[in-house]
C-alpha cells in the first residue's frame, strides 16, 4: 500500500470538483472556511491568494496553490481590490474585453479534516508550487490534460473524467512538495527507506499484531534504532502510529461499509467486538455503531464552490 495514496484516501469524503473560469480585473472573490481542500491554477494573467494568515501570495502563469485545510482565503487581480463573497455577481468583476484577463482552473476536494493524517496535517496552510521551481513534469501534465477537459465545448466522457483528473492532481501537488531534499518530517519519512517500509506495512495491514520489533525487522533496522528513527521521522512512536491507523482505518471502514463491527475491529487487529469498541470510544468519544450512524453519507466541501467562480 502507498502511504501517500492512503493517507488521501483515508481523508476522503466525496467526490471532487473543479472549473475553469476566465476574470476580468477588477475582481476579488472570498471563501468562507471548510471542511475540505482546494486548489488554484494560473494558466494566463496574474493574480493574488490573500489566506487568512500571512502575507498575500502573487500566482503567475504556470503557478499552482493547494490550500489543504481551506480556513478560507481569498483570490483577487491585487491585493488591494474590494473582495466579494463567491457567487456573488459582484466577485467576477467587470465584463470589460478589454480589461487584464487572468485565466484559472479551480477546484475543491471533500476530505474529512476532523481525523487529518499527518501526512497532510503537517502541511502549510498554503502549498505554492511555482511554475520555475524544479522540474514537475507530472504535476504539469495533469494540470493540461485537466485543461483540455474544461474546454469551453464539453468532450464526450469529461464528466468520467475529471474527477480521476482532480485526484492524480492531488498526489502530484503532494508529491512536488514533499520531493523537495530540505524536507523534515513525513517529508524525511517518505525518503527513508526503512522508515517507509515499516509505514508501508502497518498501511497494508492495519490488523496484524505488530511490535516494535516485528516492524524494525520490515525496516532492515535494530530494536532501539528504528524506534528512535521512526520517531524522529514520524513523531509519534511506533505503536502509537499503529494505533491511530488502526482506529483511522476502521473509522473509514465504518463509514463507507456495511461490514458487521465485529468484522471492522477484526480488520483493525481486535480479537473481541467488545476490545474494538472499548478502544474505539477512547479514540472518538463514542461507540462504533453511533459512529457510523452519525457519519454515514457525511458530505464535504460543496460542488458549487468552486463552480460559483464562473457563475
Do not use: N
Amino acid at each position: 500500500m502507498d502511504v501517500l495514496s492512503d493517507a488521501v484516501a483515508a481523508m476522503r469524503t466525496g467526490a471532487p470538483h473543479s472549473s475553469r473560469t476566465e476574470l476580468r480585473a477588477p475582481w476579488g472573490i472570498r471563501f468562507a472556511p471548510q471542511q475540505g481542500a482546494g486548489f488554484h491554477v494560473v494558466l494566463r494573467g496574474v493574480c493574488w491568494l490573500l489566506p487568512v494568515r500571512g502575507e498575500p501570495i502573487e500566482l503567475r502563469p504556470g503557478d499552482v496553490a493547494f490550500l489543504p485545510r481551506e480556513l478560507g482565503h481569498a483570490i483577487a487581480d491585487s491585493p488591494v481590490t474590494p473582495l466579494a463573497d463567491a457567487g456573488t455577481p459582484a466577485a467576477t468583476g467587470r465584463q470589460d474585453p478589454s480589461a487584464p484577463a487572468t485565466l484559472m482552473l479551480c477546484g475543491a476536494y471533500r476530505l474529512d479534516q476532523s481525523r487529518a493524517h499527518p501526512l497532510l496535517a503537517e502541511l502549510p496552510d498554503v502549498v505554492h508550487l511555482p511554475a520555475g521551481d524544479g522540474p514537475h513534469p507530472s504535476l504539469r501534465g495533469a494540470v493540461d490534460l485537466l485543461r483540455h477537459e474544461l474546454a469551453a465545448e464539453p468532450l464526450p466522457g469529461t464528466p468520467g473524467v475529471l474527477p480521476a483528473l482532480v485526484d492524480v492532481l492531488l498526489l502530484y501537488m503532494l508529491r512536488a512538495w514533499y520531493d523537495r531534499e530540505d524536507r523534515t518530517g513525513w517529508g524525511a519519512a517518505l525518503r527513508d527507506p526503512a522508515v517507509a517500509a515499516a509505514l508501508r506495512a502497518v498501511h497494508r495491514d492495519p490488523g496484524h499484531p505488530w511490535t516494535v520489533r516485528g516492524l524494525a525487522e520490515e525496516a532492515g533496522l535494530s530494536r532501539s534504532a528504528f524506534a528512535q528513527r521512526f520517531a524522529a521521522a514520524v513523531g509519534s512512536p511506533p505503536l502509537a502510529f499503529v494505533t491511530w491507523w488502526r482506529m483511522t482505518a476502521a473509522a473509514r471502514l465504518l463509514r463507507e461499509s456495511d461490514l458487521l463491527l465485529r468484522t471492522v475491529g477484526e480488520r483493525a487487529g481486535y480479537t473481541s467486538e467488545y476490545a474494538f469498541a472499548k478502544a474505539f470510544r477512547r479514540e472518538f468519544g463514542t461507540a462504533p455503531g453511533r459512529y457510523r450512524a452519525a457519519h454515514r453519507g457525511q458530505g464535504g466541501v460543496p460542488a458549487e464552490r468552486y463552480g460559483a467562480l464562473s457563475a
